[in-house]
T-cell receptor, first 114, second 115 residues
Framework: NAGVTQTPKFQVLKTGQSMTLQCAQD?????MSWYRQDPGMGLRLIHY???????DQGEVPNGYNVSRSTTEDFPLRLLSAAPSQTSVYFC?????????????FGAGTRLSVL | AQTVTQSQPEMSVQEAETVTLSCTYD???????LFWYKQPPSRQMILVIR??????QNATENRFSVNFQKAAKSFSLKISDSQLGDAAMYFC????????????FGKGTKLTVNP
C-alpha cells in the first residue's frame, strides 16, 4: 500500500522558473491538500480539494495553482518561483468519518528557490 | 477562525521518564477532532494519537495518552517511559468535522530525549 506519494523529494529552482509538484494517493480519498512548512511556523494550508473537479484556497494560496482532474492526483504548480517559496511542501489525503478523519501525509518535497 | 497554540517551543526529558506537551485551541464548534503528529528528522509526518471531541474518554495509544479538557479547550500529550526514538517535533492539530474540513496546526514542540 503506497499511501501518498510525492515527487520529487528535492528540487532547486531559479527565480522565475515554473514547476509542478506531483502528488498521488491510492486510498480513494476524496479530500486532498497541500501544506508548506517553514521553520517556527508549523504547517500552513496552501490549497485543498474535496473531490475531483473541486478545489479551494487555504491560508497561503498566492503564487500556487492546483487542479484535481482525478481522485488520485492533486498536483501543485508554481507559476513563477520566488525565494519566498523556499520551503518544505507536504501533500496529504484524508478519508471521511468512517476512516476516522485521519490525514495521511506524503514524505515531503524540499524546494529551494535561488 | 480556529487557532491552535503550542506554548512550549522546546522540551527535554530523560530516557524512561514521562513528559507532557501542551496544546490549547480556540473554536466555537462542538464537533471536531484533535490530533498529535510526530515529525522525526526524516520529516515524515506520523500520526501519534487522535481524539474525537464528543468522546469524554481520553485517547491512549501504548505509551502515548492525552488529557482532553473540552471546556478548557486543552489537549495535552503525555509520553510515558520516553525512548530515544521519541525525539522529534510534535504538532498538535485541529480538524472541524464538516465544511472545508481543514486541518489547523500548532507551531510545534521540539522534544529532546536525553540518554
Amino acid at each position: 500500500n503506497a499511501g501518498v506519494t510525492q515527487t520529487p523529494k528535492f528540487q532547486v529552482l531559479k527565480t522565475g522558473q515554473s514547476m509542478t509538484l506531483q502528488c498521488a494517493q491510492d486510498m480513494n480519498h476524496e479530500y486532498m491538500s497541500w501544506y508548506r512548512q517553514d521553520p517556527g511556523m508549523g504547517l500552513r494550508l496552501i490549497h485543498y480539494s474535496v473531490g475531483a473537479g473541486i478545489t479551494d484556497q487555504g491560508e497561503v494560496p498566492n503564487g500556487y495553482n492546483v487542479s484535481r482532474s482525478t481522485t488520485e492526483d492533486f498536483p501543485l504548480r508554481l507559476l513563477s518561483a520566488a525565494p519566498s517559496q523556499t520551503s518544505v511542501y507536504f501533500c496529504a489525503s484524508k478519508g471521511g468519518r468512517l476512516a476516522k478523519n485521519i490525514q495521511y501525509f506524503g514524505a515531503g518535497t524540499r524546494l529551494s528557490v535561488l | 477562525a480556529q487557532t491552535v497554540t503550542q506554548s512550549q517551543p522546546e522540551m527535554s526529558v530523560q530516557e524512561a521518564e514521562t513528559v507532557t506537551l501542551s496544546c490549547t485551541y480556540d473554536t466555537s464548534e462542538s464537533d471536531y477532532y484533535l490530533f498529535w503528529y510526530k515529525q522525526p528528522p526524516s520529516r515524515q509526518m506520523i500520526l501519534v494519537i487522535r481524539q474525537e471531541a464528543y468522546k469524554q474518554q481520553n485517547a491512549t495509544e501504548n505509551r502515548f495518552s492525552v488529557n482532553f479538557q473540552k471546556a478548557a479547550k486543552s489537549f495535552s500529550l503525555k509520553i510515558s517511559d520516553s525512548q530515544l526514538g521519541d525525539a522529534a517535533m510534535y504538532f498538535c492539530a485541529y480538524l472541524h468535522q464538516g465544511g472545508s474540513e481543514k486541518l489547523v496546526f500548532g507551531k510545534g514542540t521540539k522534544l529532546t530525549v536525553n540518554p
